[in-house]
T-cell receptor, first 114, second 110 residues
């Protein structure tokens, strides 16, 4: 069974640009969550999607957005990139995102903003 | 107070010994708890989940949960050099959202 697939693995962007990251969940999983990981802040929740609906959102500015497609694949977008957006962006999939469901992470996308 | 706190580490343990990792959480209504292992440069890997008070064992790993004390721990028996990694405690907050501790870096010394 294939795991969570994130593309691209690495990205270098300049300030002010926008970026789109992609995540394909484990087959049969309908919940996709996104996290940002930095050395200073650790792992922080961005948002969660289930059946194409955003059910929960973390404390990030509106420059961070996402969506989910009917096949459960998800994308996140960051507009007007800032240096502080440099981070590892992780996608996690779970069956339904409920309390007792386990979440599995993809390999991540390493974003560097210069 | 942070929502999820872990012993700061780094933690150094000799090979073959027991490594003990601790985590406390602030949200009293939390029901689901997870331990992830993250090797340097890699993504977090789920190693244990626990939902009920008591112990849960899986191979060399034992997770312990005490909801009254809001405390979760992970014991690694017969520690191996390959166990050297950062261990992340995660708590489900509300629904769909995992809140992570800062992680404890564990080094197993041969």
């Amino acid at each position: 069974k294939a795991g969570v697939t994130q593309t691209p693995r690495y990205l270098i962007k300049t300030r002010g640009q926008q970026v789109t990251l992609s995540c394909s969940p484990i087959s049969g999983h309908r919940s996709v969550s996104w996290y940002q990981q930095t050395p200073g802040q650790g792992l922080q929740f961005l948002f969660e999607y289930f059946s194409e609906t955003q059910r929960n959102k973390g404390n990030f500015p509106g420059r961070f957005s996402g969506r989910q497609f009917s096949n459960s694949r998800s994308e996140m977008n960051v507009s007007t990139l800032e240096l502080g957006d440099s981070a590892l962006y992780l996608c996690a999939s779970s069956l339904n995102g409920g309390q007792n469901t386990e979440a599995f992470f993809g390999q991540g996308t390493r974003l560097t903003v210069v | 107070q942070k929502e999820v706190e872990q012993n700061s580490g780094p933690l150094s343990v000799p090979e073959g010994a027991i490594a003990s990792l601790n985590c406390t959480y602030s949200d009293r209504v939390s029901q689901s708890f997870f331990w992830y292992r993250q090797y340097s440069g890699k993504s977090p890997e789920l190693i244990m989940s626990i939902y009920s008070n008591g112990d849960k064992e899986d191979g060399r790993f034992t997770a312990q949960l005490n909801k009254a004390s809001q405390y979760v721990s992970l014991l690694i028996r017969d520690s191996q050099p390959s166990d050297s990694a950062t261990y992340l405690c995660a708590v489900v907050q509300g629904a769909q959202k995992l809140v992570f501790g800062q992680g404890t870096r564990l080094t197993i010394n041969p």
